[in-house]
């Protein structure tokens, strides 16, 4: 059974942490053609490498080349593209048809991925895009686990389907949005989004001298543009079922520890699934993960049908139930003590969770002794990015996260 988990990465450092917590593959944006242009993304350079590291892990790597291109953009895009094809991509995200005519004109031997931004929603659009040499097409989130069936039974087996199946959703149709265009001037659809759907609105009526109407849905205000989060975790059978072959995590404007939370949480769970089938849902760690970032209200959105509950009207403010307290640089054998770097504020006395891909996953101790590069004892943790030595039993690596109950 082909399932293919793919992370985002935002960074360099966001694609380690993907590739360490158990992602197959990942996608990332260049410096231009982006739909993430306030990431970080990738130099030229910077692809290259990203291509070798994922490479040498026996891992694969996607480029998003998925603006609403301007006729100003082709020149430039056709040496991207045939730089990308020189680099080895596993594969390129397009949206823009005129893009993928010059990929494949210029560069012959790319795989050409059609990003959600095309707005595939039906099997016949889904086969003229087949037809013009797409190999994967990325659905649309509107749609629902019948129609995607249909979709993947209408197809060629060698095309493949792939789906968003965790975060944040944009309110606007498959992400097609002029908000913040209209409010910023900044246009979402070129990579420059400011998320102007997650502010707080009033309506006033003119006609009463500018008086307010209230529509405030509860004491945090009024959200009525604000999407719920995604989670479909409990849902791989379904999916899978469906024709879907690439499971996708939203979020390459996310931190490291969401994005290490996540991550750890699908690829623990779709390992359940592909061991134990359906039973998997028994388990409530997963769904107990992902609750210990960031996130707003989960939603499965239309994936079994109209679905009325997808705007979150608590307020855009994201919760989580934990809080990341440091990175894991390694493990001092002599000293008996995990290397970490600080993130937030923690003290003798405090009890810390591990979140490893390793066993030692979830496992707590309590923060006995501390101590800086100098050697001498901290009882309080609190300057951020100090590297510290903390004593532990648990022999950490690399990579792992340590977090502490809010």
Known sequence: ??????????????????????????????????????????????????????????????????????????????????????????????????????????????????????????????????????KRIILARELSVKEIKEIKEFLSPDTKLEAFIHGAMCISYSGRCLMSNYFNGRDANRGECVQACRWEYELREKSKDGEYYPIEEDEHGTYVLNSKDLNLINYFDDMVSAGICSFKIEGRMKGEYYLATVINAYRRAIDDYLNNGVSYRDNPIYMTELKKTFHRAFTTAYAFGKNDETVNYSGSQSSGNSMFIANVLGYDEEKGCAVVEMRNRFKVGDELEVLSPSENFNKKFIVTEIYNQNGEMVDDAKLVQQKLYVKTDIKLSSGDILRKDI
């Open 1 to 134: 059974m082909e399932i293919e988990l793919l992370a985002p990465a935002g960074n360099f450092s966001k694609l380690k942490t993907a590739l360490y917590y158990g992602a197959d593959a990942v996608y990332l944006g260049g410096k231009s053609f982006s739909l993430r242009a306030f990431s970080d993304n990738f130099s030229e350079e910077e692809l290259l490498l990203a291509v070798n590291y994922v490479h040498e892990r026996g891992k694969k790597i996607y480029v998003t080349v998925n603006i609403f291109a301007k006729n100003d953009d082709f020149e430039k895009a056709e040496n991207y593209f045939k730089y990308l094809e020189k680099i080895g991509v596993d594969g390129v995200i397009l949206t823009d048809p005129g893009f993928v005519a010059l990929a494949k004109k210029v560069a012959p031997n790319l795989v050409l991925h059609l990003s959600t931004q095309a707005n595939t929603l039906n099997k016949y659009s889904a086969k003229f895009w087949e037809e013009t040499g797409i």
